[in-house]
Nanobody, 124 residues
Framework: QVHLVESGGGLVQTGGSLRLSCAAS????????VGWFRQAPGKEREFVAA????????NYADSVKGRFTISRDNAKNTVFLQMNSLKPEDTAVYYC?????????????????WGQGTQVTVSQ
């Protein structure tokens, strides 16, 4: 059974930083992408960032470029999302997801495995 477990969310002031972690059990991140998505109340789930495990290629949503960094720890089978210069509009539940394909895709429907989510709240 596959489990993706996110951690690291919380409450932070505008301009602050948080580091999210996504640990996998029952699944070894293979060659495919691992991504972060977020969903704010009343909004659709949106792509944030993704990393392809095989070669480390990354992709970011325009809204987070230059502020967020996705990275990995191969030994711990864990993916991280470092979030700096946080804004109130970054407030959302953040989800980790993995897909079995090769391409880094921003469409959440293409991801096969999901974590339970972790809340990030940025206050003004």
């Amino acid at each position: 059974q596959v489990h993706l477990v996110e951690s690291g969310g919380g409450l932070v002031q505008t301009g602050g930083s948080l580091r999210l972690s996504c640990a996998a059990s029952g699944l070894t991140f293979g060659s495919g992408p691992v991504g972060w998505f977020r969903q704010a109340p009343g909004k659709e789930r949106e792509f944030v960032a993704a990393l392809r495990w095989s070669d480390g290629s990354t992709n970011y949503a325009d809204s987070v470029k230059g502020r967020f960094t996705i990275s990995r720890d191969n030994a711990k089978n864990t993916v991280f999302l470092q979030m700096n210069s946080l804004k109130p509009e970054d407030t959302a539940v953040y989800y980790c997801a993995a897909r079995e394909g090769f391409a880094i895709i921003a469409d959440s429907k293409e991801y096969n495995y999901w974590g339970q989510g972790t809340q990030v709240t940025v206050s003004q």
